[in-house]
T-cell receptor
Framework: DGGITQSPKYLFRKEGQNVTLSCEQN?????MYWYRQDPGQGLRLIYY???????QKGDIAEGYSVSREKKESFPLTVTSAQKNPTAFYLC????????????FGPGTRLTVT | EDQVTQSPEALRLQEGESSSLNCSYT??????LFWYRQDPGKGPEFLFT???AGEEKEKERLKATLTKKESFLHITAPKPEDSATYLC???????????FGAGTRLFVKA
């Protein structure tokens, strides 16, 4: 089955530690995205990538980093510089970088204490 | 500034009680409007894409419509399994971002 996988589903970290969230897709989509979802707010774009080895900052990129070494993979690192990292993180992909609906993974809930 | 506003924030219906969810948007030019369904603790699931005013799309008990300033998601004779958060999103021409609304939480009671 084609789809997007995110791991782990739940992640707990101590303040000051970096953590990497995994996102893999086998849909052969060119574009991939990372969003953050907080209660009562719309999804906010962290980073997006249109092609391998290229990515751009979204609206809230500070304190986050990404890489796109393979078409199927787009991992997100939450660094200690992110002031409020506890949130639900969603990865998505689409067949084109614009003009097409996005398909989402199941999400990773990160809790930092 | 491009913006998406959904109303109401929450909607409680009895099973079989039809209603509509609203999505108002402000963009310089609309490339596409999207509806997603999101169950608690899960990722959004794509429902519809609408591109131009007057367009309508249907899927089971759901029907999405589009005007120049807003979109409606009509739910006909809802069932408890329709309970979820429904997200609206837009893409503007000339840009790369998809802008999401905060969603409408729908509760359908048997």
């Amino acid at each position: 089955d084609g789809g997007i996988t995110q791991s782990p589903k739940y992640l707990f970290r101590k303040e000051g530690q970096n953590v990497t969230l995994s996102c893999e897709q086998n849909l052969n989509h060119d574009a991939m995205y990372w969003y953050r979802q907080d209660p009562g707010q719309g999804l906010r774009l962290i980073y997006y990538s249109q092609i391998v080895n290229d990515f751009q900052k979204g609206d809230i990129a500070e304190g986050y980093s990404v890489s796109r070494e393979k078409k199927e993979s787009f991992p997100l690192t939450v660094t200690s510089a992110q002031k409020n990292p506890t949130a639900f993180y969603l990865c998505a992909s689409s067949p084109r970088d614009i003009s097409y609906e996005q398909y989402f993974g199941p999400g990773t809930r990160l809790t930092v204490t | 500034e491009d913006q998406v506003t959904q109303s109401p924030e929450a909607l409680r219906l009895q099973e079989g009680e039809s209603s509509s969810l609203n999505c108002s948007y402000t963009v310089s030019g609309l490339r596409g409007l999207f509806w997603y369904r999101q169950d608690p603790g899960k990722g959004p699931e794509f429902l519809f894409t609408l591109y131009s005013a007057g367009e309508e799309k249907e899927k089971e008990r759901l029907k999405a419509t589009l005007t120049k300033k807003e979109s409606f998601l009509h739910i006909t004779a809802p069932k408890p399994e329709d309970s979820a958060t429904y997200l609206c999103a837009v893409q503007a021409t000339g840009g790369f971002k998809t802008i999401f609304g905060a969603g409408t939480r729908l509760f359908v009671k048997a």
